[in-house]
């Protein structure tokens, strides 16, 4: 293989994939590049701002007199969330993106197996070779979803478990 080839490669096989498994496998695929979209830019914010951030509301939090009022209290725990809430952005279409795409695996999976079934309808016996072409196609979606899904199951939770963390670890820093 020539280099242009072998960049190729990749923009090939998701192409044969789209055939094989139809049409509901480009919609998981347009999930995948969304869901990983969202983890880079999650890896992003927590590399490039939220240090600053943090560093900001700190010297905001510190640079106040008197840390044992009523008032104190609550302003430093509305620094504390609204460092949570800036980490915790885009977790809930993650969250949601992770179980979307087996559903979508699912449909494209019914989808193949009617079309088996209209096939056998029309042709009036059950040919072998358009049976396997239909639940060639249904196991292609299956397959897909759960491929996608799996990838983004574990940045989902790294970036959970680096929120509470985080949070923790904020309420210890914004003494009184």
Excluded at 14 to 42: C, D, H, K, N, Y
Excluded at 75 to 94: C, F
Aim: hydrophobic share 50%; glycine share 10%; proline share 5%.
């Amino acid at each position: 293989m020539t280099g242009p080839e072998i960049l190729l490669a990749p923009l090939h096989a998701v192409s044969q994939l789209t055939i094989a498994g139809g049409p509901f496998v480009m919609w998981i695929l347009v999930a995948g590049v969304l869901m990983w979209t969202l983890i880079f830019e999650r890896l992003w914010f927590f590399r490039t701002h939220f240090p600053g951030m943090t560093q900001r509301l700190l010297g905001q939090w510190q640079g106040r007199p008197g840390h044992q009022s009523w008032m104190s209290h609550q302003i430093r725990t509305a620094m504390i969330s609204r460092l949570n809430g800036a980490m915790s952005e885009n977790m809930p279409v993650l969250k949601v993106l992770i179980p979307m795409c087996p559903l979508l695996g699912l449909v494209g999976t019914v989808h193949g197996m009617l079309e088996v079934f209209d096939s056998m309808s029309i042709l009036g016996s059950a040919d072998a070779r358009t049976m396997a072409s239909g639940v060639s196609k249904a196991m292609n979606c299956t397959m897909t979803g759960l491929a996608v899904s799996v990838t983004g199951m574990y940045p989902v939770f790294y970036f959970q478990s680096k929120i509470a963390k985080q949070t923790e670890l904020l309420a210890d820093r914004f003494t009184f």
